[in-house]
């Protein structure tokens, strides 16, 4: 009851108490709107700057894999250089750079499995690389062996490439629903929040206006009394 007197002793004592508990009030509304927008904010980067970006490499790079081997293909019936250099054009201009993109995509990545699954894509594309280089020497001088190198290696060493690219861009997708529906459950809790701070607001407000008006009131009142 003390402690209370400091802050009800007098009329001006009351009002400025009253007026710093309704600052206190907007300040925790202010704090607690900058706290969620910051999460969703968080959430909005992490879906712009990493998840679609992952999910649209992954089918970049898958898609630049398939046309060297196209190209390769094409020299393999052909004969024409103009595949080789397609093909040679495609790792070092296209592959190579998406997956050091990646590589830089990954360090923001947040399921451990997806690193795993970049590290068998980082393994198997020289692989396959060389392995189409082997063919095309081949496929001059022995036709069978560089056929057998295609089906016994290259087929393998692609659908394991293609396995690892499509599960990682299916996980990010996903990823990326769940982020965005994190992202509308903060927008949510933060509509609850404001409501209740709010009411709370309106509440503490009626109380400290009728106790600011009896302050004022009650004296008046007793000396209309008196007289």
Known sequence: MGILS???KTISRKITSGFAVVLCLLLAVVLTTLVQMGKQETINQR???VRSPTALLDQTLLAQIYTT???YRGYMLTKDQEFLTQQEDTWTKKVLPTLAKLEELSKSWTNPENKVRLATV???APEIRDLQNQAT???VKDPKAAALIVTAKLHPANAVISEALNALAADQAELAVKDGQEALQVGANLRLLLIALLVIAL????AISWVTTRSIVKPIDRKSTRL
Do not use: P, Q, Y
């Open 122 to 124: 980082e393994k198997m």
């Open 47 to 49: 879906i712009v700057l």
């Open 137 to 139: 020497r081949l496929c």
């Open 69 to 71: 081997s196209s190209a």
């Open 6 to 8: 400091i802050f009800t």
């Open 203 to 206: 509440a503490l407000g009626m």
